[in-house]
Nanobody
Framework: QVQVVESGGGLVQAGGSLRLSCAAS????????AHWYRQAPGERRELVAT???????NYANSVKGRFTISRDNAKNTVYLQMNSLKPEDTAVYYC???????????????WGQGTQVTVSS
């Protein structure tokens, strides 16, 4: 069994920073591609950032220049550093990861339970 678990959410004032973590555990060798999504109340889930196995990154226009996705392969963890936070960044943030298990099989589309980020004005 494999799983991903997010952490690091919380309440922060506008202009502040938070760092989210997405830790993959279980019988895995590595994280392949990982994504951060977010979903605000009444809104559709939105792709925020992506990091590939070779470290290439991509961001939604709304967070470019403010958010940074990174990875620590030794810890099987992906991070989302969020700076200059705005009230409109308030949402539940989810990690989605494509993993390689110890069997060598690929385990795609693993979702975490989400972590709440609230930015006050």
């Amino acid at each position: 069994q494999v799983q991903v678990v997010e952490s690091g959410g919380g309440l922060v004032q506008a202009g502040g920073s938070l760092r989210l973590s997405c830790a993959a555990s279980g019988r895995i060798i590595k994280i392949n591609v990982a994504h951060w999504y977010r979903q605000a109340p009444g809104e559709r889930r939105e792709l925020v950032a992506t990091i590939t196995s070779d470290g290439s990154t991509n961001y939604a226009n709304s967070v470019k220049g403010r958010f940074t996705i990174s990875r620590d392969n030794a810890k099987n963890t992906v991070y989302l550093q969020m700076n200059s936070l705005k009230p409109e960044d308030t949402a539940v943030y989810y990690c989605n990861a494509d993993l390689t298990e110890t069997t060598g099989w690929r385990s795609p589309d693993n979702w975490g339970q989400g972590t709440q980020v609230t930015v006050s004005s």
